[in-house]
Each structure stands twice: as structure tokens, then as C-alpha cells.
């Protein structure tokens, strides 16, 4: 009974606690400006898409939710596409010196950002990557790499041996097997990295504040962190732009969840 | 090892590398040599945008009038007071939850997903979310705590520790769920018979809790605290969005020091100084976890 009673209580404390912030920016996303700007604030909103509205035509919320979208999938593709087969090559095959690459994958998941800001946009400016989407993309794959090789490796580390040997002894070399086997497979493990780094390039802010500095080019994150009015700050558009920025991310963890926290705690924990 | 006879990853030499290759040259172009690259350029005079200085190589002077510099150590200050304080709330909030999902009942699938979002939530939504709802005039926390009595609505970003705290709040809101999964990760391995053994012989909740949870959960927490510290150390968005460094140095961390110096003032060289210690102090401390986690983590890397 004790222990019930515990149990209920953590529940709804911590899921209280959760969304309840989040749910007066939704409130107040439905206000109309009267009652965004009435002191006391009111509660209930009269349920008025004004907000959404100016924030999508006046704030540039297209655009913003534009640059997002294809930086956040340039990245998840390109940093899939690069950290399967390393993440293969260094769970199943032997790589010389396969530790060190691992220890310094680990390393490079905790640079501060600011270790690499300033040599990062000059290596950026040389190539012509700022103010270009792309040049946005490089930084983040590489910034994501780890993370997805660590946990691709641990997926595939767990996959039954058996099936690739079969398929090696029958005369497949390593990329074939990884295609046609492994793969397949480990379908949930890729799926878990692609949400990850998705999530994460599309809450990147520090990069993105710096490469991209044209508001027509800028992502949500920035184009959040630099909302402004003309004399006053205008909470009810930003409460409308984050709740745009937010919803695909409440979605997919909603959607997700399963495969969100065995990725994370298999990144980690069971490494 | 896979089973593969040694003839077979001989064989696989060259195409292992192919695999491994375009991972390493990302990560080399876009995060080592960037390292490498900061460490270069402290160790010079540099102004951006005044190219008639030219950029003399001053050796470590920049790390010395970093030593002297009382806004590098009052960004110090506020950094070490963010990451100690954030990480130890994050990791008291964090073992409640992951407490509370690992439990069976009905609709946990959902309850976990709610917990998520914080962690799922942009930064800088969050850190605006929090601005608002500690705004002077039409935050929450006032409506919560004064109601209609509008004469008593207080200004709290406006407070220097107020504003430290709430940042504090912040980071701790966003991000305990993700310390949590980690423990959670860590409850999953502990067998149920300890439990029920402990259970035979009286233990009551309290005493299981603490003499078999707590001291197996050791490793998971170490590891949370590693990953909360790290990531505690790098905090910027909150305070870019909600403080910008205020009020007066309250909430001045280094990155958004480093962030003033290189991007706003293009004290090139200096501002690369101060990357260069943020980054070997998250070096250093991520040695001694490592080291107290046991290298655990890199064992477990061996095929």
C-alpha cells in the first residue's frame, strides 16, 4: 500500500512537472493579444489562431521551418550514411587500432562547441560554407557521428553472428553482407541513431547562430532565440513558433518512445 | 569475436577501411584539426578585422592575462556553481524518475514518453518558455504565487542569484529525464531475486532501496554524472536566450564568454585561450570519471 501510494505519487509529480511549462506556452498560443498582454494573466485562452497566423506570415516561420527541414535531414541522411558502415567495420571486422578510433569518437561527443567555433567557421569561410545551408550540415554530421556509431555499434554487436558468418563463408564480402544481412536486421538500431541525430540537428542553436546569419536562411532554434517585436516582446507569435518548432519532437517521442530510451541507455549503459 | 577465421578479417583489411574512413576525415577535418586549430591560434595576437597588427606569436601570454582576468574568473565561478548545482538536482530528479518508469503499470509506455519531452524540446523553446513564464507582468509564476495581487508580481529574471537559480531551474527541467534513462538503463540489470531474497529476510523499501539499488546503481549514476557535467560545462542557449550573461555577470558562463570575446569583440586569440581551458578542463574531468567508471565503456568496445 505504501508503495502504491509512493508509486502514484511519483507519476503524477513528475509528469505534472514534465508538461505542465510547456502547456502555458500552449495556452498562451491560443490567446489573442488582449489576453496574452492582460495583468494578472488569464488562464484559459478564447481559442484564437491569431498567433499562429502572424507567426507563420509576419515572423517567418516558413522559412525558418523550411531551413530546418532540409538541414535536419541532410544531416540525419548524411551522418547515417557515414556511421553504418564505420559503426559496422568497427563492431564486426578487424580494424587496427579499433579502440583508439572508439576513445576518440567518445572524446569528440564531449567537445565543447566552443573548442571548435571560431576554427570551424574560418575552415567554413575558406570553403565557402557560410551562409549556406550545407556549410551547416558538415559541422553537424560531424558532431553527431559519435553518437550514432556508438550506438549503431552496440546494435550491431548484439545482432546473432551466425547469419553474416553463413553469409561470409558463402563468399560475401564485408559490404555485401553489411547490405544484405546486417542491415535488415538492425533496422530498429538505425532507426534509433536517425532519431537522434534528427532531434539533435533540429535543436542545434550555437552552429547555427554563427554559420547562418541571414534571417532568410536561419533555423528554428535561431529564428526563436532571436525573435523580437518592434517595441514589445511578442510572447503570443513566440509561443505560437515554438509550439511549430516542438510538435514534430512531441510527436516522434510519442511515437518513439521505445526505441528513444534503448537507444540512449545502450549508447551508454550497456555501451 | 564474430566466429570469422583470421584469414577472412585479414582479408577484410581494405574494405574495413573503406568503412571507416569518410567517419574518420569528417571527424578529423570538422573536430580535431578544429581543436588543433584553437590551440594555434591562442598562442598569437589576433584581432579579426585589423589585419595591419598582423597576428605576432605571443606564446602563452594570452593564457596568463586569462589567469588575471576577473571576468574569465567570475565566468569561472558562475560555471562551476551551474555545474555542480544542475548536476547534483539533475541527478537527485533523475533517480526519482527513472524509479518511477521502471516500475510496471499500466500506460508506462506513455508515462516515460511524457517525461521525454522536456529532453525532446529545443533548448532555446525551453529557454524561452522558462523567460516567459518568470516574465515581470505576465509569467506564471507570479499568476501562481500573487494571483490578482498585481503589487506584489516581482520581477525575477531582474534578480542576479534569482535569475542564476532559474537558469539552474531551467537546465535541471530539461534535462533530468535524460540522466533518468540512463539509471534506468542501470535499474534494468539488477536481477529481481536480490529483491526478493532481501525481501525473505524483512528488508523492508527503504532498506532494499539502499543497500542494493543505490550501491549496484553506482556505475549508471557515474555515468550520468559524467554525461550531465560535460554537458552542463557547454550550457549556452539559456543563457543566450534568457540572460545574456545578466543581470550585471550573474549568469556570465564561460562559453558565453568565449562566445563574447571571439564573435563579438573578435579577440581571436584570447577568445580561442579561453576554448582552449574550457576544453581541457572538460578533458580532464572526463579522465577522472572515466577512470572511476572504471574504463568500463571502452571494454565493453571489444568486440
Redesign the interface.
Known amino acids: 500500500m505504501?508503495?502504491r501510494f509512493?508509486?502514484s505519487l511519483?507519476?503524477l509529480t513528475?509528469?505534472g512537472?514534465?508538461?505542465l511549462?510547456?502547456f502555458?506556452?500552449l495556452l498562451?498560443s491560443f490567446k489573442s493579444q488582449a489576453e496574452?498582454?492582460?495583468?494578472?494573466?488569464t488562464?484559459w485562452p478564447s481559442g484564437s489562431l491569431g498567433f499562429y497566423r502572424s507567426a507563420l506570415f509576419d515572423h517567418r516561420l516558413f522559412d525558418y521551418v523550411g531551413n530546418s527541414i532540409v538541414v535536419a535531414g541532410s544531416t540525419t541522411v548524411l551522418a547515417l550514411l557515414?556511421?553504418i558502415?564505420?559503426a559496422?567495420?568497427?563492431?564486426?571486422?578487424?580494424?587496427p587500432g579499433?579502440?583508439g578510433?572508439?576513445?576518440?569518437?567518445?572524446?569528440?561527443s564531449?567537445?565543447?562547441?566552443?573548442?571548435?567555433?571560431?576554427?570551424?567557421?574560418?575552415?567554413l569561410d575558406a570553403i565557402g560554407g557560410l551562409n549556406h545551408r550545407w556549410g551547416l550540415v558538415?559541422?553537424y554530421?560531424?558532431?553527431t557521428?559519435?553518437l550514432a556509431?556508438w550506438i549503431l555499434?552496440s546494435f550491431f554487436?548484439e545482432l546473432p553472428?551466425?547469419l553474416?558468418?553463413a553469409a561470409?563463408v558463402d563468399g560475401c564480402?564485408?559490404?555485401t553482407t553489411?547490405l544484405r544481412i546486417t542491415l535488415p536486421l538492425a533496422a530498429p538500431g538505425i532507426f534509433t541513431a536517425a532519431i537522434l541525430v534528427l532531434?539533435y540537428a533540429?535543436?542545434e542553436?550555437?552552429f547555427a547562430?554563427?554559420i547562418l546569419t541571414q534571417p532568410e536562411q536561419q533555423t528554428?532554434?535561431?529564428g526563436?532565440?532571436l525573435?523580437q517585436g518592434e517595441f514589445t516582446m511578442p510572447?503570443g507569435e513566440?509561443?505560437a513558433a515554438?509550439v511549430v518548432?516542438?510538435l514534430p519532437?512531441?510527436l516522434?517521442?510519442?511515437l518513439c518512445?521505445?526505441w528513444?530510451?534503448s537507444g540512449?541507455?545502450?549508447g551508454?549503459?550497456?555501451? | 569475436m564474430t566466429g570469422s577465421s583470421r584469414l577472412t578479417r585479414h582479408r577484410d583489411g581494405p574494405a574495413a577501411w573503406m568503412m571507416v574512413a569518410p567517419a574518420l576525415f569528417v571527424t578529423l577535418v570538422f573536430a580535431l584539426y578544429p581543436v588543433l586549430d584553437s590551440l594555434w591560434l591562442s598562442l598569437h595576437h589576433i584581432f579579426v578585422g585589423v589585419p595591419t597588427l598582423g597576428r605576432p606569436f605571443i606564446g602563452l601570454d594570452n593564457y596568463l592575462a586569462l589567469l588575471l582576468d576577473p571576468a574569465a574568473h567570475q565566468a569561472l565561478f558562475v560555471t562551476f556553481a551551474f555545474v555542480v548545482l544542475s548536476t547534483l538536482l539533475e541527478l537527485a530528479c533523475g533517480l526519482v524518475i527513472a524509479l518511477v518508469i521502471h516500475e510496471h503499470f499500466r500506460g508506462r509506455g506513455l508515462v516515460r514518453a511524457a517525461i521525454l519531452i522536456p529532453w525532446a524540446i529545443p533548448t532555446v523553446v525551453a529557454s524561452q518558455l522558462w523567460r516567459y513564464i518568470f516574465n515581470d507582468q505576465y509569467g506564471f509564476a507570479n499568476l501562481l504565487l500573487f494571483g490578482d495581487r498585481i503589487t506584489q508580481y516581482v520581477p525575477w529574471l531582474a534578480y542576479p542569484t534569482v535569475a542564476f537559480g532559474i537558469i539552474v531551474l531551467a537546465d535541471v527541467w530539461k534535462t533530468s529525464s535524460f540522466a533518468a534513462l540512463l539509471m534506468l538503463a542501470g535499474l534494468q540489470v539488477i536481477p529481481d531475486d536480490l529483491y526478493d531474497a532481501a525481501k525473505v529476510d524483512g528488508a523492508n523499501l527503504w532498506q532494499r532501496f539502499r543497500h542494493i539499488t543505490l550501491p549496484l546503481l553506482k556505475p549508471a549514476m557515474l555515468l550520468a554524472l559524467l554525461f550531465r557535467t560535460m554537458d552542463a560545462f557547454r550550457v549556452f542557449d539559456l543563457v543566450f536566450v534568457m540572460t545574456q550573461g545578466g543581470p550585471g555577470d550573474a549568469t556570465q558562463v564561460l562559453q558565453f564568454y568565449g562566445y563574447q570575446t571571439l564573435f563579438t569583440e573578435g579577440r581571436l586569440g584570447y577568445g580561442s585561450a579561453v576554448s582552449v581551458t574550457v576544453f581541457l578542463m572538460i578533458l580532464s574531468l572526463s579522465l577522472v570519471y572515466l577512470r572511476a567508471i572504471g574504463s568500463s565503456l571502452l571494454e565493453r568496445g571489444r568486440a
Do not use: H
Open positions: 505504501n508503495r509512493l508509486l511519483g507519476i513528475t509528469v512537472l514534465s508538461l511549462p510547456f502555458w506556452f498562451s496574452v498582454e492582460a495583468v494578472p494573466p488562464w557515414i556511421a558502415p564505420a559496422y567495420a568497427l563492431a564486426r571486422l578487424a580494424v579499433k579502440q578510433i572508439l576513445a576518440v569518437l567518445l572524446c569528440v564531449m567537445f565543447p562547441q566552443m573548442a571548435i567555433a571560431g576554427p570551424v567557421w574560418r575552415l558538415l559541422p554530421v560531424a558532431l557521428l559519435p556509431i555499434a554487436k553472428p551466425e553474416e558468418d561470409r564480402g564485408p559490404w553489411l532531434i533540429w535543436n542553436f550555437f547562430l554563427l528554428l532554434p535561431v526563436i532565440a525573435f510572447w513566440l509561443a515554438s518548432a516542438t519532437l512531441i516522434v517521442v510519442l518512445q521505445r528513444i530510451v540512449l541507455s545502450a551508454a549503459v550497456k555501451g
